[in-house]
């Protein structure tokens, strides 16, 4: 069984950064993807960016447009998402998650609980 726990999910104003993290605890995690999802209000749960935690290969959602950097710590198991710029339209639950990385999606083995962003105009 694998743990995810996200952090880093804040009220900010448009226009601040923020940095979420995820650690991953527990027995070996089936594949060597991670991701962020996000569900904002109104909508379907939607990727965000992924990684290889092996490599470090990055993958982002093209709605991202540069202004997300997603990055990880290998040693220490842990996921980042560094997001500049943020707009209201950003304010939502922030999920990561392990499983099996491909172009623009990660099909997910294990899911953290969420960390809330909430971005005021």
């Known amino acids: 069984q694998v743990q995810l726990e996200e952090s880093g999910g804040d009220t900010v104003e448009a226009g601040s950064s923020l940095i979420l993290s995820c650690v991953a605890s527990g027995s070996a995690i089936s594949g060597a993807g991670r991701a962020w999802f996000r569900q904002t209000p109104g909508k379907e749960r939607e990727y965000v960016a992924g990684?290889?935690?092996?490599?470090?290969?990055?993958d982002y959602a093209r709605f991202v447009k540069g202004r997300f950097t997603i990055s990880r710590d290998g040693f220490k198991n842990i996921m980042y998402l560094r997001m500049n710029g943020l707009d209201p339209a950003d304010t939502g639950v922030y999920f990561c998650a392990a499983g099996n990385l491909i172009p623009e999606y990660l099909i997910a083995s294990f899911w953290g609980r969420g960390t809330e962003v909430t971005v005021s105009s």
């Open positions: 990684i290889k935690m092996n490599t470090g290969q990055t």
